[in-house]
């Protein structure tokens, strides 16, 4: 799995800026929010312009040094960032936000991953809001983009993208694990589904 703030920060994020703030609108004013597996920051700085308080967890200390330089330079009073395992949380305490977003993450866990992940997000939050690939992905451009993507993000997670692909992305993998979609909407031309869940 590619780990690094530089590739991430240089070469993907500024490609997804506008898929992004397609979030915003599913965050009302003055809530918190925690993004689960934050890699450089990019969504968490994103949501930062609308939330009260934005925390950013991710397993890499790469990717938390990398959001962390990116904060001190922007000078956001309203976001945090923490080392922390999705799968085990156990250092917020039960609905401590009102919302857990998980931007382009899920895809690249193994699927034994799913449940941890997904019950530490429903137990630490009022409300769930995920975006991922879409399955299928469409035959136009993004979808082949998405495909070439994930072929060159290396061998271990291109098998997870085909695992979460055959598992039949987010409207399988959620309701098997316990969240059930309220809203889904499709975005960056059918590449991309936004869901969101109440997180009981
Ligand atoms: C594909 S990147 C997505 C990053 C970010 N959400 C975004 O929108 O760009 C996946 C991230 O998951 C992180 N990650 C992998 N395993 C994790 C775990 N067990 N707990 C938390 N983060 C994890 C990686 O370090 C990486 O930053």
């Known amino acids: 799995m590619v780990e690094s703030g530089i590739f991430y920060g240089t070469l993907v994020d500024p490609l997804l800026t506008s898929m992004r703030q397609r979030i915003l609108p599913k965050i009302k ?28 967890v991710d397993l890499s200390q790469s990717m938390i040094d990398y959001a962390s330089k990116k904060l001190q330079k922007n000078g956001l009073k309203n976001v945090t960032f923490f080392t922390a395992d999705a799968t085990r949380l156990e250092q917020f305490v039960d609905k401590s936000f009102d919302v857990a977003t998980m931007t382009l993450a899920l895809h690249q866990f193994e ?90």
Request: charged share 15%; proline share 4%; hydrophobic share 45%.
């Open 111 to 200: 699927p034994g991953l799913y449940e941890p992940i997904l019950s530490e997000m429903k137990r630490i939050a009022n409300r769930v809001v995920i975006i991922d690939y879409a399955v299928p992905l469409p035959k136009n451009y993004t979808g082949v983009a998405s495909h070439a993507i994930e072929f060159f993000a290396g061998i271990e997670h291109n098998r997870n993208f085909k695992l979460y692909c055959k598992a039949g992305g987010l409207n399988s993998i959620l309701p098997e694990h316990g969240i059930k979609i309220q809203k889904s909407v499709f975005i960056a031309k059918g590449a991309f589904q936004l869901v969101i869940a109440a997180s009981n």
């Open 29 to 56: 004013k003055g809530e918190t929010v925690i993004d689960v597996a934050c890699g450089t920051g990019a969504q968490v700085f994103i949501l930062a312009g609308r939330a009260a308080q934005v925390t950013g």
